[in-house]
């Protein structure tokens, strides 16, 4: 009989431990059209505790999700209670507007991010001049209804309301502006999302080069699923227009620095989800063509739609 618990509470620990992560897309291009800039919702397949990673659009996301039969919820509840918060990897608007404006709606919830991003919000957005004052801090009156969760970088912290724990790391965004990542993992799996970010060459930091050493056992392990990385303009953009982005050049510019700590061959089949295309003229097309046709790392790219749930296995 004891046996028999004791197996039952493998199985049950065992299924516990192995949740697949979902992401669903609510906005996924970098500038122009505002109806769908960068959010990514996360969270354990089988639940609904989700993490917004960034808060570009909300709304239209949601609703294109519904349309899609990603969600079967109304949309107040989606965005009140299926949301348990907000991680914001820095100051733009195309990483934030989403959750300001509907704020009002909104339920009580964390903003997790480092303090530039956090003074950014509080400083420029959540005033009377701005908006109105939905957090627990800054201009009077304090409305109270966010809370600012100012993450150390590289300490793990718990993300509220999933199993989730999360690790910022910061980027550079035009040196000296700084942007962030997060690495949002379970027991079984793990996620690093990224801000917008330069490559290190260009930006003149290491903050890339410090991220792939601190990620390289979880790649090594088979731990991380998937790299959520920006590739904002194709390769025909020149290096000073850059703005702190990442072209499919640079891509492999930084893929190859995190290969020769992985080791070449263990980043083959490794997926990353294509980020932050910006969808002017014929960005879009050059950049999947650009990524897939010059491909040295055998990376599996996947380029996100809107509303459209990822299951990563
Ligand atoms: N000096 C500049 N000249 C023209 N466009 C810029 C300049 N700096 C920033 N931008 C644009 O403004 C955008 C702000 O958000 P992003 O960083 O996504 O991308 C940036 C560029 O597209």
Do not use: C
């Not at 059209?33 to 659009?57: K, M, R, V």
């Not at 991680?87 to 733009?92: A, K, M, Y």
């Not at 690790?167 to 990542?181: C, D, G, M």
């Amino acid at each position: 009989m004891k046996k028999y618990l004791l197996t039952i509470g493998f199985t049950i620990a065992t299924i516990a431990f192995s949740q697949n992560i979902q992401i669903v897309p609510l906005g996924v291009y970098g500038g122009s059209n505002e109806s769908n800039l960068s959010s990514y919702l996360i969270a354990e397949e089988s639940t609904n505790n989700y993490l917004a990673l960034d808060a570009g659009t909300i709304y239209s996301g949601i609703n294109k999700a519904i349309e899609n039969g990603t969600f079967n919820e109304d949309q107040n509840k989606i965005l009140r209670d299926y949301i348990k918060g907000y991680f914001i990897s820095h100051g733009h608007l195309d990483h934030l507007s989403g959750m300001i404006i509907n704020s009002p709606e909104d339920s009580n919830k964390p903003i997790y991010g480092i303090s530039e991003t956090i003074s950014v919000l509080k400083n420029k957005y959540f005033t009377n001049d701005a908006w109105a004052n939905f957090a627990n801090e800054g201009e009077s009156p304090i409305l109270n209804k966010y809370y600012y969760k100012n993450a150390e970088i590289g300490t793990p912290f718990t993300i509220e309301g999933t199993n989730f724990t999360g690790t910022i790391y910061e980027l550079s965004h035009v040196n000296p502006l700084k942007s962030s990542a997060i690495l949002v993992e379970n027991d079984s799996n793990a996620v690093l999302y990224f801000g917008d970010t330069g490559a290190d060459r260009i930006e003149e930091t290491k903050n890339l080069t410090t991220i792939w050493k601190a990620i390289t056992p979880k790649i090594k392990s088979g731990k991380l699923k998937t790299l959520m990385l920006e590739v904002s303009f194709s390769n025909s953009q020149p290096e000073k227009l850059l703005f702190g982005h990442l072209t499919p050049k640079l891509i492999n510019e930084e893929l190859g620095e995190l290969g020769k700590q992985v080791g070449k061959n263990k980043l083959k089949g490794l997926t990353i989800i294509v980020t932050h295309i910006k969808p002017k003229g014929d960005n879009e097309e050059k950049i999947k063509e650009e990524l897939l046709k010059y491909n040295p790392y055998k990376i599996n790219y996947i380029f996100p739609k809107q509303g459209e749930k990822i299951v990563l296995k």
